[in-house]
């Protein structure tokens, strides 16, 4: 038996619980209130096991935060293999969407607000795990699209936030209960106008 990949497996095992009771606690009691040794616990590993692989709350934070932005991007990779702007476009909104209007993610994304006023660099973490690597994923689409000269991106960076705000735009009113979770046919709608606009002000 291989030693070294068993323990490496084990080790990867014991993570990955880590992540996932981290994420549980943290929709239940909020980040302020779930404590390491409550989500040591909850993965079922001592507290000095969650230090040996993330060195506090925040770094625990981010990780769970980058694992799910990893899972998005990798399947951004195989939509943009259509070679399509248009077709990769909707591939990516949908997944975004889709990944977006989760009860989950909304319910951590509730929590985030409430919680950033208390710790204030949470909101940095979130943002630099998360959002920051799936708007350079698009950035670097557009800027690539640019090079191959099938769009005409100005400023592929404003693009890039600025579509992914189009098809997330009726999250505020989800967030506040002023509507209820989008049904398949609005999110469509959403993406359908997104990638509308884009390629008529950007095809070449």
Do not use: W
């Amino acid at each position: 038996m291989n030693v070294a990949a068993t323990d490496s497996t084990g080790s990867a095992s014991k993570r990955d619980a880590i992540l996932e009771a981290a994420n549980k606690l943290f929709l239940e009691v909020g980040f302020g209130a779930a404590s390491m040794d409550s989500i040591a616990s909850a993965a079922q590993v001592s507290k000095q096991t969650v230090y040996n692989h993330f060195g506090s709350k925040e770094e625990l934070f981010a990780a769970m935060v980058r694992a799910s932005c990893d899972e998005m991007t990798q399947a951004f990779a195989q939509a943009i293999k259509a070679n399509d702007p248009e077709k990769a476009l909707r591939a990516m909104a949908k997944l975004f969407v889709d990944v977006v209007f989760t009860p989950d993610k909304l319910a951590m994304h509730r929590i985030l607000m409430a919680e950033i006023p208390r710790f204030p660099d949470l909101g940095r973490v979130y943002y630099q795990s998360g959002p920051a690597i799936i708007r350079k994923f698009l950035a670097d689409y557009f800027t690539e699209q640019n090079r191959r000269g099938s769009l005409k991106v100005d400023d592929p960076q404003i693009a890039a936030e600025q579509f992914i705000s189009m098809v997330t735009s009726n999250r505020l009113r989800v967030d506040v209960g002023v509507d209820p979770m989008p049904s398949d046919a609005v999110k469509q709608r959403y993406i359908d106008n997104a990638v509308t606009l884009i390629m008529r002000a950007c095809k070449t």
